[in-house]
Structure formats: structure tokens, C-alpha cells
T-cell receptor, first 111, second 116 residues
Framework: RKEVEQDPGPFNVPEGATVAFNCTYSNSASQSFFWYRQDCRKEPKLLMSVYSSGNEDGRFTAQLNRASQYISLLIRDSKLSDSATYLCVVSGGSTLGRLYFGRGTQLTVWP | NAGVMQNPRHLVRRRGQEARLRCSPMKGHSHVYWYRQLPEEGLKFMVYLQKENIIDESGMPKERFSAEFPKEGPSILRIQQVVRGDSAAYFC??????????????FGPGTRLTVL
């Protein structure tokens, strides 16, 4: 079983739409959770950390459900510049330091 | 404040040659991580280093691959006798510390290795 599972998409949405991505992780001892975005052939860039209480950064809202081992990312009022691959990332447990990446969910926002 | 730097950005090698990939962490960061991304795949952890110490190399192939992070200078990922299957993007990341469990890592632009 993979450490982190994501729906690969692709998601194709119009500008202004709201889109949600989901992710599950297998290691209940995981301690840190993140969403990264990766543009084509570029490096992953940290979008936001995810906290147990849920957190918001502008149009982006992340939620964590430890009981279900489930992480989500909500993007409101999508922009063309949001087009990218969104990576669900988990860290911690017995392998402190290393990050476990999902394969990513591809988002295309069209005008 | 420069981000994580990697060089070269692109590297072409013939089968059997050696590849050396370099990574300089962000200023103030003492933890370095190497990841590999195969075409159409997710990123996979390879090795985690601090200055002069390998902390976790469980993701690195046992043969032909080695990594170091000397007291002075960049971290080096070395691949000996490269094969076509080594063709991938190799990303380096750095973090300040593991702190209270948070582990925000910042990535360099990557080195794209092509083995002919």
C-alpha cells in the first residue's frame, strides 16, 4: 500500500470555480502534513502546511482528519495561474525527516 | 536570501560514466535531502544528510549511489556507472531543523540527468 494516495485527476475547471483535492495517508504516526504545487518540469513549491485545526491562506483552505488519515485542499475562485500539479505530502513517524509524496493531482483552469 | 541551489541544471552522460550532482542549501539550513523523480512518477526520497553525517539513506540504491555533505561546500550526490534507468530529475531540498515535528523543506530547481 502506498504511503500517500491521491486522485491523479486531471481536474479541468473554469476560472472562478471552486475545486477540492483529497488525499489519504497510511502511517498513523505521521506528524507533519503539507500541500506542495509543482509546475511542469519545475521543482515542488511549498503551498501550505496543514494543521489539525485546519488552516486557510487566502483562497486556499487545508483540512486534516487524523482519525480518517485524510487531508484535503480547497481552492476557491480559481485563477489561470493555479494550473499545476498539487502534491499531498506527509512526514514523520519512525522516519523523521523524509517526506512522502503522493503522485499529485493535475489541475487545469481554463478561461 | 538565495534559495536552494543545484548544479548542473542539466547533465548528459553516457552509460558507464559517473554523474555528480551538487546542492547548496538555503542560508541557515543544515539539513539536506535528495529526492528522485522518474518520468510520470512522484518524488521518491533517497537520502537525508546533515553536515558530515548521513542520517537516513534507506531510499538510496545500495550500489553505485553515494551522497555526502562535507563540513565545507555543497552536498554531492554521486552516481557511478550510470545506466539508462538513472535518467530522472534529482531534486535537493533543505530545512532549518526538524523542530517540534514540523519539517518544511524547500526545494532546489533540480538536476535533469539524461543517460544516453
Amino acid at each position: 500500500r502506498k504511503e500517500v494516495e491521491q486522485d491523479p485527476g486531471p481536474f479541468n475547471v473554469p476560472e472562478g470555480a471552486t475545486v477540492a483535492f483529497n488525499c489519504t495517508y497510511s502511517n498513523s504516526a505521521s506528524q507533519s502534513f503539507f500541500w506542495y504545487r509543482q509546475d511542469c518540469r519545475k521543482e515542488p513549491k511549498l503551498l501550505m502546511s496543514v494543521y489539525s485545526s485546519g488552516n486557510e491562506d487566502g483562497r486556499f483552505t487545508a483540512q486534516l482528519n487524523r482519525a480518517s488519515q485524510y487531508i484535503s485542499l480547497l481552492i476557491r475562485d480559481s485563477k489561470l495561474s493555479d494550473s499545476a500539479t498539487y502534491l499531498c505530502v506527509v512526514s514523520g513517524g519512525s522516519t523523521l525527516g523524509r517526506l512522502y509524496f503522493g503522485r499529485g493531482t493535475q489541475l487545469t483552469v481554463w478561461p | 536570501n538565495a534559495g536552494v541551489m543545484q548544479n548542473p541544471r542539466h547533465l548528459v552522460r553516457r552509460r558507464g560514466q559517473e554523474a555528480r550532482l551538487r546542492c547548496s542549501p538555503m542560508k541557515g539550513h543544515s539539513h539536506v535531502y535528495w529526492y528522485r523523480q522518474l518520468p510520470e512518477e512522484g518524488l521518491k526520497f533517497m537520502v537525508y544528510l546533515q553536515k558530515e553525517n548521513i542520517i537516513d539513506e534507506s531510499g538510496m540504491p545500495k550500489e553505485r549511489f553515494s551522497a555526502e555533505f562535507p563540513k565545507e561546500g555543497p552536498s554531492i550526490l554521486r552516481i557511478q556507472q550510470v545506466v539508462r534507468g538513472d535518467s530522472a530529475a534529482y531534486f535537493c531540498a533543505s530545512s532549518r531543523s526538524l523542530g517540534s515535528g514540523n519539517n518544511e523543506q524547500f526545494f532546489g530547481p533540480g538536476t535533469r540527468l539524461t543517460v544516453l
